[in-house]
């Protein structure tokens, strides 16, 4: 069992207790982005294992995207119920073997021992369905151990990428990135539970942008103009000497350009001020 497995189900530390309302709107109130998302619409497809799906990978991004407008359908294979790691259930809409991608602008692979108990980065009908995604031009996001999934599908060789577990990722030719969240274009992915909240505003970050860039709609940023959900994407701080990156302003020392945000910074990148590295940051 590892690390991962033993912490979520609880034989370390107690049985996993489903997220309170309180807890899930704390997590919630950490992004924007559901806040400054006042335009979006249309529908993101959240995708589960039959049984023993991540429950607050699942419910955190739901609600969120829920705020921000969006519909959420909620996918799985055979079964007309899922249910969680901890006992939760939830009904599901589609089928992942009948599902239109035609109906959505996103879709997201939730985590969860689920995942590698029935592995699903071998079932052809989850890995088809994150293959046919990325094909349409459809941001593909998948947290916790679901990033095999995508890997599976051959949408993360030579990109980078974060998971709970990296090594079927290494093995795939991934640049693993040891980050809460990692954005590689439309391809987002996050490291575990704890990085949900997170891991949902990406996701909303991008559909922003897309959005932004379709209708050509801007709001003037420190004297620039800058798409909104670009604008809006959290500023990271150094543990070492304290120096924050801010996406909005890049770092110009090192060839970053304004907009970008963390998760899309390179591997190698360093704090320009004292020379730490990536995983020396956390989210301010």
Known sequence: MTEYEAEETGEESGAVQPLTTSQLQASLEQSDAAETARNLSGSILMVVAPKNYQERELNIPKEAFERSGLDVDVASKGVTTATSMSGESVAIDVDVRNADLSKYRAVVFVGGIGVEELNLHKDSDYVNLAKSAHDKGIIVAAICLAPNILASAGLL??????????????????????????RDGTIITGRDPDASAEFAETIVSALLEEFQSMTGQVEEQSGALMPVGIASSPKYRCTVCGYEYDPAAGDPSQGIQPGTPFGELPADWKCPQCGAAKDKFVRV
Do not use: G
């Open 157 to 182: 060789a030579n990109k980078n990428a974060t998971c709970a577990d990296s090594t079927y990722l290494v093995q795939k030719n991934v640049n693993y990135i040891d980050a809460p969240v990692v």
